[in-house]
């Protein structure tokens, strides 16, 4: 090996050095948020949105009020951050069953097991917007309800395949009226509840939403 590759050789890794100390700071950065938006999630549930401070955050987060501001440009930031990126997540999660699923039937279940899935892993992220959806900034209350309202068609559209001669006003109906069941188990959910009493109430709600869509 002559000097010139040598020295290339010895120079490359200090090259990538910075870039993984990006990446590194990157992903520390992207989980403080999500902590953040976690404790977020739990104390507007609990106290509502007017009844949590940002330093009152930061501390569930396990950081200062301060550092909060690393993260967000404010109370009202954060709360935008949660609404708009679990309706967003919710969305591309719709889409995606769709588009994996073989039949129309299979959609349709696949859309039910998905919503079940999210209303017992984000109970509180529902409970916070039931109460403060309308202490969103303008904007950001304008675009939650703009996917959620995507997210109905996209159940429309999976009970549409089913039940062709039933209007689509009637099927929008039974898609919120199951959200409604769904969604309303966040108000009766009280601490962590045992993986078989999860399974019991997974099995319960698919059912009844199954039945419901159907009817």
């Known amino acids: 090996m002559d000097a010139a590759k040598t020295e290339a050789s010895a120079a490359g890794p200090k090259r990538d050095l910075p870039a993984a100390r990006a990446t590194g700071r990157s992903l520390a950065k992207a989980s ?3 902590a953040m938006l ?28 301060p550092a909060v501001y690393r993260h967000f440009s404010g109370k009202s930031n954060v709360l935008s951050a949660l609404l708009v990126g679990v309706s967003e997540d919710l969305l591309a999660g719709g889409k995606a069953v769709v588009a994996d699923s073989s039949t129309a039937d299979a959609a349709l279940r696949g859309l039910v097991e998905f919503h079940v899935d999210f209303a017992l892993r984000q109970a509180n992220v529902i409970r916070v917007q039931d109460r403060d959806l309308t202490s969103l900034p303008e904007d950001d209350e304008r675009e939650v309800r ?4 995507q997210y109905v068609e996209v159940w429309v559209d999976a009970l549409s395949a089913l039940h062709p001669s039933c209007g689509l006003p009637l099927l929008r109906h039974r898609a919120q009226a199951v959200f409604g069941l769904i969604n309303s188990t966040s108000h009766t959910l009280n601490g962590k509840m045992k993986p078989r009493e999860t399974a019991r109430l997974r099995s319960l709600l698919e059912t009844m939403a199954w039945a419901a869509l159907n009817a």
């Open 146 to 149: 703009s996917l959620q309202r």
């Open 32 to 34: 403080r948020r999500a």
């Open 38 to 65: 976690d404790a977020a999630a739990a104390l507007f549930a609990e106290r509502g949105y007017n009844g949590v401070s940002i330093e009152e955050l930061g501390a569930s987060a396990g950081v200062s009020g």
